[in-house]
Nanobody, 113 residues
Framework: QVQLVESGGGLVQSGGSLRLSCAAS????????VAWYRQAPGKQRELVAT???????NYSDSVKGRFTISRDNAKNTVYLQMNSLRPEDTAVYYC???????WGQGTQVTVSS
């Protein structure tokens, strides 16, 4: 079974950038679609971006043009490059294989105004 661990969060000023990493352990990581989600305080978890095993990507409207999802199957890692960050991007960010496994602890991203 594939397990995922998120890292790379932190505190950044509005307009800044962060790169999140999602490191996978286990076999067959490269065959899966992987998604980044986020959950802000008092709000439901929302889908941010997905990447298929062949690198096709999709983004929510709220991050399109600012965030880039990518993967390095040789390193068993998926990344989320976040640019032009806004205070409303503040949330705990999670990576997950849709429909597989459980949620991890996530990584906190805080954007100050």
């Amino acid at each position: 079974q594939v397990q995922l661990v998120e890292s790379g969060g932190g505190l950044v000023q509005s307009g800044g950038s962060l790169r999140l990493s999602c490191a996978a352990s286990g076999n067959s990581f490269s065959i899966y679609t992987v998604a980044w989600y986020r959950q802000a305080p008092g709000k439901q978890r929302e889908l941010v971006a997905t990447i298929t095993r062949v690198g096709n990507t999709n983004y929510s409207d709220s991050v399109k043009g600012r965030f880039t999802i990518s993967r390095d199957n040789a390193k068993n890692t998926v990344y989320l490059q976040m640019n032009s960050l806004r205070p409303e991007d503040t949330a705990v960010y999670y990576c997950k294989i849709p429909g597989v496994g459980s949620w991890g602890q996530g990584t906190q991203v805080t954007v100050s105004s």
